[in-house]
């Protein structure tokens, strides 16, 4: 009953706004319990390519941290693959390209967009459910975020930045504080994904862990409850 009270507000506003169901509901929160819903505008992705001519190994073996970009900006298509092999769905009941504890996903991943082909800059949250961004801001953040990570200058010269953060509490809730380390454990596993993928699409990407957390924390908008871990600067090299 108490679902279809929810649902019928939403459409009631929906008529009354002219918006679309799809821009109204979505799943903010990713963990596997957590469901809301939020007036923001949601971008789907094109779908994720699950072949190509790079063999794995050839992307071990050319795998760099690159701090240098060219000014050329990413394409949607390279985007939206950089942020599938972060948290992408893998299977019907919600596995992840990413192996989690229990299956709990503590991870939230964040796209600071500054030089996109057919996407603005500013700030996404991915949705691995959807393979969609929802909109958190339209302004380029990137010299802020720059100076919230020591004036690293990767962070400002990248066409993106994916931020990743981690929400303790879900793994946390089963296995105490191990669930800490479980948490730790798989942004790594995370960034490591990011960083492969880059390197099998021809770009550059290194990974950031020197940072201010309360500054990127309120530049990103994120919740009391999360913690960010990671920035990966990712960019054409030169």
Same mark, same amino acid.
């Given at each position: 009953?108490?679902?279809?009270?929810?649902?019928?507000?939403?459409?009631?506003?929906?008529?009354?706004?002219?918006?679309?169901? #799809?821009?109204?509901? %979505?799943?903010? =929160?990713? @963990?596997?319990? $957590?469901? !809301?819903?939020? +007036?923001?505008?949601?971008?789907?992705?094109?779908?994720?390519?699950?072949?190509?001519?790079?063999?794995?190994?050839?992307?071990?073996?050319?795998?760099?941290?690159?701090?240098?970009?060219?000014?050329?900006?990413?394409?949607?298509?390279?985007?939206?693959?950089?942020?599938?092999? #972060?948290?992408?769905? %893998?299977?019907? =009941?919600? @596995?992840?390209? $990413?192996? !989690?504890?229990? +299956?709990?996903?503590?991870?939230?991943?964040?796209?600071?967009?500054?030089?996109?082909?057919?996407?603005?800059?500013?700030?996404?949250?991915?949705?691995?459910?959807?393979?969609?961004?929802?909109?958190?801001?339209?302004?380029?953040?990137?010299?802020?975020?720059?100076?919230?990570?020591?004036?690293?200058?990767?962070?400002? =010269?990248?066409?993106?930045?994916?931020?990743?953060?981690?929400?303790?509490?879900?793994?946390?809730?089963?296995?105490?504080?191990?669930?800490?380390?479980?948490?730790?454990?798989?942004?790594?596993?995370?960034?490591?994904?990011?960083?492969?993928?880059?390197?099998?699409?021809?770009?550059?990407?290194?990974?950031?862990?020197?940072?201010?957390?309360?500054?990127?924390?309120?530049?990103?908008?994120?919740?009391?409850?999360?913690?960010?871990?990671?920035?990966?600067?990712?960019?054409?090299?030169?």
């Amino acid at each position: 009953m108490r679902t279809f009270f929810l649902t019928g507000l939403i459409l009631t506003f929906c008529l009354f706004s002219g918006c679309t169901f #799809a821009e109204v509901s %979505t799943t903010i =929160n990713t @963990g596997p319990a $957590a469901t !809301s819903f939020s +007036a923001e505008k949601i971008i789907a992705l094109p779908g994720p390519r699950l072949k190509s001519d790079v063999s794995l190994e050839d992307s071990l073996f050319k795998r760099r941290s690159i701090r240098e970009y060219s000014p050329a900006p990413l394409k949607l298509e390279e985007v939206s693959q950089l942020l599938w092999s #972060a948290q992408g769905l %893998t299977s019907e =009941n919600g @596995g992840r390209t $990413a192996p !989690s504890a229990g +299956a709990l996903y503590p991870l939230e991943i964040y796209l600071v967009s500054g030089n996109v082909d057919h996407l603005a800059s500013g700030i996404y949250k991915y949705s691995p459910r959807g393979h969609s961004v929802i909109v958190l801001s339209e302004n380029d953040i990137r010299e802020g975020l720059c100076r919230a990570a020591l004036n690293q200058s990767p962070v400002k =010269n990248g066409a993106v930045c994916i931020v990743i953060s981690a929400v303790y509490e879900r793994t946390a809730q089963k296995y105490g504080d191990r669930g800490i380390r479980y948490a730790q454990m798989e942004v790594g596993h995370a960034a490591q994904n990011i960083c492969l993928q880059a390197t099998a699409l021809g770009l550059g990407a290194v990974t950031i862990g020197a940072f201010d957390d309360n500054g990127v924390k309120n530049l990103l908008r994120m919740a009391d409850n999360e913690t960010p871990l990671y920035i990966i600067p990712v960019g054409r090299t030169k």
